[in-house]
Nanobody
Framework: QVQLVESGGGLVQAGGSLRLSCVAS????????MGWYRRPPGKEAELVAH??????????DSVKDRFTISRDSATRLLRTVYLLMNSLKPDDTAMYYC?????????WGQGTQVTVSS
């Protein structure tokens, strides 16, 4: 099994920055990609960013000029991913979830809350 633990969320003023981290543990062999989703209050979850084992990335249009996803490059295996969020807006307020793709299975973390005050 794979476990994902997110950290780095919190309360920040508009215009500020946060860096989220996600660490995978357990049987991480076979993880081919990891990503970040967010679920704003009262809305459905949406993809924010995604990174493959090779390092190729996908960023949602709504955040592509402000958010960056990266991975720990010290190891070939996907274990740790980061989401750097700059110029945060109140609309970025959401629960942010880390995900990992392993075969046909998508594993979700417990989430970390990001709240942006105006």
């Amino acid at each position: 099994q794979v476990q994902l633990v997110e950290s780095g969320g919190g309360l920040v003023q508009a215009g500020g920055s946060l860096r989220l981290s996600c660490v995978a543990s357990g049987n991480i062999y076979g993880i081919t990609s990891m990503g970040w989703y967010r679920r704003p209050p009262g809305k459905e979850a949406e993809l924010v960013a995604h990174i493959s084992m090779s390092g190729s990335t996908t960023i949602a249009d709504s955040v592509k000029d402000r958010f960056t996803i990266s991975r720990d490059s010290a190891t070939r295996l996907l274990r740790t991913v980061y989401l750097l969020m700059n110029s945060l807006k109140p609309d970025d307020t959401a629960m942010y979830y880390c995900t990992a793709n392993r075969g046909s299975v998508v594993i979700w973390g417990q989430g970390t809350q990001v709240t942006v005050s105006s």
